[in-house]
């Protein structure tokens, strides 16, 4: 797979998962999910890798969805068809999610290695994985929302306790990986020019254990929070993102930015919050 959208390579027990669109800050499209399933279902198949390991190429981890052209798309896409249809919008988006949950799903343990950002649907990626490591001076968060979105996978609400997970999902604010680490939404958060070597050294020690070890005690562990409804959750996360991006506010920030450009409008939606696009440099 090298050279695609998503680079896959093995060693020993190792797998690696690279999201290999850096121009792009690793910005998702078809191409990344479809290497994203491909990539997973390699690794469960291969009997030597016992552990995964999820990482960005280039300045970022992921950058979410790549929308710049998606205001404009949408709208001559209901001028074809004469409006929104949610079901098929639905039905597009739990695509992606089925994607991300391959993470979840996979029968080897993935551990997530974050720098740089990780923003909108980049989070309901690496949120699907098992362990997340991540540079200290990396951000993660969900900014649509403020606007045009929902969580699809809802990780956040199964990773956090109440109080956390409402902020952040109200809000759409970032957190660096020392404040990640404090709310125990990673495992742990490393200078980022250690990150790769924390990562592949705990990968090597969590490899010592039996394949069919990790397997029973991920599957444990999962099937607890199976039984708290977290599929029907992502369903309803998955049917209120379409929602809102058709609400009144969503159509009106949607044709903002199809006539004053995405990066006008992200940064109008961000302004005040005075974080992601609307930051002040330092």
């Excluded at 680079?7 to 290999?20: E, H, K, P, Q």
């Amino acid at each position: 797979m090298t050279g695609s959208a998503v680079d896959y390579t093995s060693r020993g027990t190792l797998a690696f998962i690279t999201l290999n669109r850096p121009e792009r800050l690793n910005a998702i499209n078809r191409a990344l999910i479809s290497g994203l399933e491909e990539a997973v279902h390699q690794a469960n198949g291969d009997p030597d890798v016992r552990v995964i390991i999820l990482r960005g190429a280039g300045r970022a981890f992921c950058a979410g969805y790549d929308l710049e052209t998606a205001p404009e798309a949408e709208l001559a896409a209901e001028e074809r068809t004469g409006g929104w249809d949610p079901v098929v919008d639905f039905r597009g988006m739990s695509q992606n999610v089925r994607a991300f949950m391959t993470l979840w799903e996979s029968r080897k343990p993935v551990i997530a290695q974050v720098h740089g950002w990780c923003v909108g649907g980049g989070t309901d990626m690496v949120l699907c994985a098992d362990l997340i490591y991540m540079a200290q001076d990396a951000h993660i968060g969900y900014p649509p929302a403020r606007i045009w979105g929902t969580p699809t996978t809802c990780m956040l609400v199964y990773r956090l306790g109440l109080e956390h997970a409402k902020r952040l999902m109200l809000t759409g604010e970032a957190v660096d990986g020392l404040e990640a680490e404090r709310l125990g939404l990673v495992s742990k958060a490393v200078p980022a020019d250690r990150l790769a070597d924390e990562v592949e050294s705990f990968a090597a020690k969590l490899a010592t254990t039996p394949t069919n070890q990790l397997v029973m005690t991920k599957l444990l562990v999962n099937q607890a929070y199976e039984n708290m409804g977290l599929r029907t959750t992502q369903t309803l996360g998955t049917f209120l993102d379409g929602v809102a991006r058709h609400t009144p506010e969503g159509r009106a920030w949607r044709d903002l930015a199809a006539r004053e450009g995405f990066k006008e409008a992200v940064r109008q939606r961000d302004e005040p919050w005075g974080d992601y696009s609307a930051r002040t440099p330092t």
